[in-house]
């Protein structure tokens, strides 16, 4: 991300206050409240009738309309803000932060040729085979959270599905497909929820030290995990790119590791929040309707619909950052080379124009959503994540039959980039 600062103290430039500006500020200040985060359509209605292309008060623009971010995510012309973007910045201190740092290593904030180089030999991890080994190992995983859900209801009358089974259920996924020790598993939750404010549009000072805390953390465990996986290998996806990047490097231990453990490590991280906010969701949206879930029990042939559907409606992923590689024009709108652009992934799918009747969840409405992204930062987890998602519905479904929230989602409204769902209570 471009931005430095905090949302909450966004001061006005002297001789460039305009009303939009000033609306803009307001309405990114609703969205990291409880009212917006619980509701963000009117935001993202706001935000569209500025325009297709809104210049953001700290220089760049936000993309709202369907086609034009749809243009931006799959377009070649439009880059990642890699370390060579980095460098050419003014200011060096927000890009200096070693959460930052860590992430643009990774595969979402790398561009050709290293983006292709690795990605090539990465791979799909999950494709069509793949999904089918892991089919019978996520039915086991779902059917035994869901005894434990049952247990919590049981003796408590109410259980957080959030945390008990949405949180737990990527986690104890990318777990097994990467031999991680159960026991580490609230560890992981934890430097993940916490490293991924650097990750913000605007983090703070305080945010951006909690994210190097968890940054430290996690460097220290995936360091220590590849270390120890190499002296004791196993029939895991870890072990298998071990040998392949050591054969790839036989004279470089050090070249392997590290591209090892950023595999390793944005894999993990990035498996977990965004699924466990789809499987969250998908869960409130259909069953705050009681005759929704009923009619999907009914017609289970549409729960890839309702997962689609969810994905619209909500995204994981509220913000994503492109830059501009050469000049060009965007829905009309000049933009200059290296300049920022922000997709508002919810305003696209919201976007009437491509889907009519945005605000209504329906899950029969085969409409169009970004939420994985396009071209080629095309999200690499959205098989598995379909896929937990599709176990999950389909066993939730046929095994509680009057599950109800008891009340709303809780949200964190620290963040507008990557949501996360800290709490949905239910009944059964």
Known sequence: MTAVGDIGGISTVPGTTSTDRRAVISLLRRLRSE?????????????????????????????????????????????????????????????????????????????????TCQRRALGNPFDRSALEELRPVIATLVADLLDEFADRLAADGEADFGTLVGEQ?????????????????????????????????????????????????MRAYFTELIRHRRAHPGRDAL????????????????????????????????????????MTNAVWLLTRD???????????????????????????????????????????????KDTTVHVLYGSAAHDPRRNPDPGVFDVRRDGGHLTFGGGAHYCLGAGLARLEARELLTQLLERFPTLRPSAPPSYDTSRVVFRRITSLKVTA
Request: charged fraction near 25%.
């Open 35 to 115: 009212e917006g985060q619980a509701d963000p359509l009117p935001i993202w209605e706001e935000m569209r009738s500025m325009g297709d292309v809104v210049r953001a008060p700290w220089g760049g623009y936000f993309v709202t309309g369907f086609e034009a971010c749809s243009q931006v995510l799959r377009g070649r012309n439009w880059l990642v803000p890699d370390f060579a973007w980095q460098e050419r910045q003014p200011d060096q201190r927000r890009w200096e932060a070693p959460a930052t740092r860590e992430m643009t290593r990774t595969l979402p904030r790398l561009n050709a040729p290293a983006h």
């Open 169 to 217: 259920l990527p986690i104890r996924t990318v777990g097994r497909w990467l031999g991680l020790d159960p026991e580490d598993h609230a560890r992981i939750l934890s430097f993940t929820h916490r490293q991924v404010y650097a990750q913000e549009l605007l983090p703070t000072k305080s945010e951006l030290a909690i994210s190097a805390q968890a940054t430290l953390e």
């Open 239 to 278: 072990t298998g790119w071990i040998h392949h990047w050591d054969a790839r490097y036989p004279d470089d231990r050090a070249a392997a590791d590290r591209i090892i453990y950023d595999l390793t490590m944005f894999i993990t991280i990035a498996s977990l929040e965004t699924s466990a906010v789809l």
């Open 290 to 336: 009681p005759s929704c879930a009923a009619w999907l029990r009914r017609h289970p042939e549409h729960i890839d619909d309702a997962i689609e559907e969810t994905l619209r409606y909500d995204p994981p992923v509220f913000v994503n950052s492109r830059i501009a590689a050469d000049d060009t024009v965007l829905a009309g709108v000049p933009v200059a």
